[in-house]
């Protein structure tokens, strides 16, 4: 069965940068995304990108300051976070799926990590 494994969570001052990795257990061809949970809030998806084209698809909240890509050599997709604010802070989780409709809806991904917590201090 598919494991995704996240990591690079730590915690940054606001304005600072964080790379997340999330490493599949098989190698993949699927679309892949990073969603994030914040405490008392639902999961909501931060960034998109395809398998093919490697079109991307981004939250508004995080358009321009958050890089999402794929290394296919390495079996590997990577959020870059920069300009980071308290807001971004909460759990953030890789997400693997054949197809979706609607991205950054939760119910529409198959496959989760267990996440890697990003805190951002103000």
């Known amino acids: 069965q598919l494991q995704l494994v996240e990591s690079g969570g730590g915690s940054v001052q606001a304005g600072g940068s964080l790379r997340l990795s999330c490493a599949p257990s098989?190698?993949?061809?699927?679309?892949m995304a990073w969603f994030r949970q914040a405490p008392g809030k639902e999961r909501e998806g931060v960034a998109m990108i395809d398998a093919g084209d490697l079109s991307t698809n981004y939250a508004d909240a995080v358009k321009g300051r958050f890089t999402i890509s794929r290394d296919n050599a390495k079996n590997t997709v990577y959020l870059k976070m920069n300009s980071l604010k308290p807001e971004d802070t909460a759990m953030y989780y890789c997400?693997?799926?054949?197809?979706?409709?609607?991205?950054?809806?939760?119910?529409?991904?198959?496959?989760w990590g267990q996440g890697t917590q990003v805190t951002v201090a103000s």
């Open positions: 997400a693997e799926q054949k197809q979706v409709l609607t991205w950054y809806e939760r119910r529409s991904w198959g496959h």
């Open positions: 098989r190698r993949t061809t699927y679309i």
